[in-house]
T-cell receptor, first 116, second 114 residues
Framework: AQKVTQAQTEISVVEKEDVTLDCVYETRDTTYYLFWYKQPPSGELVFLIRRNSFDEQNEISGRYSWNFQKSTSSFNFTITASQVVDSAVYFC?????????????FGKGTRLSVIA | DGGITQSPKYLFRKEGQNVTLSCEQNLNHDAMYWYRQDPGQGLRLIYY???????QKGDIAEGYSVSREKKESFPLTVTSAQKNPTAFYLC?????????????FGSGTRLTVV
C-alpha cells in the first residue's frame, strides 16, 4: 500500500531562516510521481513541483529546493531565507503511475509559520 | 481562464438538513475528487469520479453522496446522516495521464453546522 508521512506537524521559524520540510513515502512500484502542494490561508492548494521516480536530480526554483533520495524514500523540501508569505500548510503527495487515475495519496501536511 | 469553481465559499447548515456543495471545472478533465479537511487531519478522500456517470467511494464516504451527470460538474451532498459535517471541503480535478499529473484544486467551501 502507498503511504506518505510528514512527521513534522508544525514548524515555526524566524524570517530569513532556512527550513526543511520532510516527506517520506512508501510504495512497491518502481514508477511513481511525487508532488508538493502549498495551501496558504486562503485555502486553495497550489501545485509546487512534480518529480518522477526516475529523475533523482535535485531541483531549485528561486528560494525553493527539493531533495529526492530513492535510497531513503524521501522527498524533502527546503525554503531558503524564509519569508512571511511562505507561511502555509505544505502537503507532500504520491501517485502510482500504474494506477491510472486513482487518487493521490497525501501526507497530513506540515504547517509552517514564518515570524517577522 | 480555465479552472475549478467551488461555491459557495461559506455555507451554514442547520442540524438535520442536507446541503449540496457545487464544483464546476472548465479544464476538460475527466477525473474529479472531493476531499474533506479537518485541523491536523490532512486531506481525506470522500468520493471520486473518473468518468461521467461513474464514481467511487473514498475513505470517508458515509453521510455523503455525489453525482456525475456532466463532465464539468461533480456536486457533493452532505446529508443529515453525516454526524460531524463542519469542515473545509476541497474539490479537485485531474487529466487522465496515468498518474503523471497532479490535481488542480478549487478554492474550497467551509461548511459550518449551526
Amino acid at each position: 500500500a502507498q503511504k506518505v508521512t510528514q512527521a513534522q506537524t508544525e514548524i515555526s521559524v524566524v524570517e530569513k531562516e532556512d527550513v526543511t520540510l520532510d516527506c517520506v513515502y512508501e510504495t512497491r512500484d518502481t514508477t511513481y510521481y511525487l508532488f508538493w502542494y502549498k495551501q496558504p490561508p486562503s485555502g486553495e492548494l497550489v501545485f509546487l513541483i512534480r518529480r518522477n521516480s526516475f529523475d533523482e536530480q535535485n531541483e531549485i526554483s528561486g528560494r525553493y529546493s527539493w531533495n529526492f533520495q530513492k535510497s531513503t524514500s524521501s522527498f524533502n523540501f527546503t525554503i531558503t531565507a524564509s519569508q512571511v508569505v511562505d507561511s502555509a500548510v505544505y502537503f507532500c503527495a504520491l501517485s502510482d503511475r500504474n494506477s491510472g487515475n486513482t487518487p493521490l495519496v497525501f501526507g497530513k501536511g506540515t504547517r509552517l509559520s514564518v515570524i517577522a | 481562464d480555465g479552472g475549478i469553481t467551488q461555491s459557495p465559499k461559506y455555507l451554514f447548515r442547520k442540524e438535520g438538513q442536507n446541503v449540496t456543495l457545487s464544483c464546476e471545472q472548465n479544464l476538460n478533465h475527466d477525473a474529479m475528487y472531493w476531499y474533506r479537511q479537518d485541523p491536523g487531519q490532512g486531506l481525506r478522500l470522500i468520493y471520486y469520479s473518473q468518468i461521467v456517470n461513474d464514481f467511487q467511494k473514498g475513505d470517508i464516504a458515509e453521510g455523503y453522496s455525489v453525482s456525475r451527470e456532466k463532465k464539468e460538474s461533480f456536486p457533493l451532498t452532505v446529508t443529515s446522516a453525516q454526524k460531524n459535517p463542519t469542515a473545509f471541503y476541497l474539490c479537485a480535478s485531474q487529466l487522465p495521464d496515468r498518474g503523471r499529473r497532479g490535481y488542480t484544486f478549487g478554492s474550497g467551501t467551509r461548511l459550518t453546522v449551526v
